[in-house]
């Protein structure tokens, strides 16, 4: 019977990451610990330094997010003219 795939958190992976980036222990003292096989700590570990810029950098979508927003609600405004303008014919031609 095989064994099935273990699902590890975020947060554990991130955890297990930053103690092999503190290196006060080897990677396969870690791995004896968590049971998680060494060359899958050094990938998190790799993964956690390339993706960590990511944290301190600033989002540059506000201003296009804001102009979404601007254009969103540009159009819900036409609708309900187009709407009052609509039901106010129609109450005309008495339907």
């Given at each position: ?18 103690e ?36 301190f950098?600033?989002?540059q979508t ?31 031609l008495?339907?």
């Open positions: 019977m095989k064994a099935k795939r273990q699902k590890h958190s975020g947060a554990f992976k991130a955890k297990v990451a930053i092999a980036l503190q290196e006060r222990e080897t990677l396969s003292e870690l791995s004896k610990r968590y049971g998680i096989h060494p060359n899958q700590i050094a990938r998190w570990k790799r993964e956690f330094l390339e993706r960590a810029p990511e944290i950098e600033k989002p506000s201003e296009n997010h804001d102009k979404e927003i601007e254009k969103m609600y540009a159009k819900i405004g036409q609708l309900e003219m187009e709407r009052e303008y609509l039901k106010k014919n129609l109450k005309k008495g339907l």
